[in-house]
Structure formats: C-alpha cells, structure tokens
DNA sequence: CGGCTGATGGACT
DNA sequence: GTCCATCAGCCGA
C-alpha cells in the first residue's frame, strides 16, 4: 500500500527527491473525478544555485512559491498556452523543485482522454510536462498546493520506504542542454532522470535557435 | 520516423 | 523588445 511521503521526503536535496518520485503516483481529483499517473521522468532544479531554474535571479512573485517550505506545487505558465508543474523541495528559503515531465496513465483514463483529444496514443497521453499537467486536469489554480495536506486535491504516494520502487539499475539520467558546468566547460549537470526504456518518457530535444 | 514552425501571453531586461 | 523548463500539425523520406 502507498503512503502519502511527509515533509521530510520532500525537504531533502531536489535530486534526491527527483529519484525517488519516479514511479511514484500523482493523483488528481478535478470536478469530482480522480485521475492517477505515475511518474517516469522528471528534472531536478536547484533554485538560486542553479542558471537554468526559474528561480535562479532571486524571488519574484512568480516563483515565490518556490521559495516557500517544500511539499507544495510549483505551476508555472508557458508560451503563452501551457501549465507545467514541480514539487517544492529543500528547506524553506531554498528554491530547489522537481519538474514533473512525463508519465503513464493508471487510473482515471477516460477523464484524461477528454483533456487529451490529440494525443493519438496513450503513451502521448502525459508524455511531456505540459501534457501531464493537463493529463491531470491541471492548471495555476493549483500553484501553491499544499500536497502534505490530506485534503488536497493532488496527492502524492510512493512505497512505504520512501521510495517509487524503481531500482537504480533501472534509472537513466542525462544533462540539459544550455546549462553550463561549474567550469563553464559546456559540461551539463545529469539532472534530467528517467526510468529506463519506458514508452511514456518524452524524447529530448535539444533547445533550438529560433528566429523570425 | 525526424525536422520545422506557428500559436500565444506573461515575465523579465 | 526578447525569451521562453512546449505542443500540435504538417511535410518529406
């Protein structure tokens, strides 16, 4: 049976915290109806410390919530469309979070298909951190959600040791591209994890040049 | 399958 | 103004 994680779980390192959430479920309840995913890869962000976070140049209202105590949500919107959320990690006054970016559907699959009308198969239907997000029914009305709360409408469960039951063996990790190492070298940080070979996992696509 | 591009709006410089 | 922690649709192979 699995637990819903306390504060402790989530007020260590966001790699930490990163790890163990794969597998675990993310369960929504939305106009009465539960939908549950389980997690398959994620990304670790480390606030102040880290160029590629949101919260990188300091506090803004906008990622305020991120520099809140750990166990909420994080849901920011972006291009103009999108809702993509993380889990708030590390002490309070730290800004480090857990990206959610894809998943597999486990319960609630008709609810999810309503939101999800495009996707075509069902490994489409959370693959992607803003197909989750919208998977679940989701959007900034959810910034700020306390999950430690037993009434929330998103929950959070992993194994009864802390843990989404994914071996290490079974977890991949890579870099994100235009984040540079400590040693400017282009090097990135393997911040980016996923469970092994598993279809719902989105595939990486390396930030493109755009111009008009 | 992979590559390319428009959509669309808020945050931040 | 410019930059996005993106996605869907279209095109060609």
Redesign the pocket.
Known sequence: MRIRPELEFYARDSLKVARDLLGAHVTSRVAGTDTTIRITEV?A?RGQEDP????Y?GE????AV?FGPPGHL?V???????W?M?VVCGATGTAS?V?LRAGEVVSGLEAVRER?V??RRDI?LA??????T?ALGLDGSANGLNLLSPQATVQITCEPDGSGAVRASQISTGGRV?VSGPGGDGDTYPWRLWITSDPTV??Y?P??V?R?
């Not at 693959?127 to 989750?132: E, N, V």
């Open positions: 990304e962000y590629g976070s949101h919260a140049r803004t209202k906008r990622t991120m994080y920011y919107f972006t291009y103009g469309m999108h993509c993380n979070a990206l999800r495009s996707a489409d693959r992607g951190p803003a197909r989750l919208t235009g989105s595939q696509r930030g493109k755009r008009r």
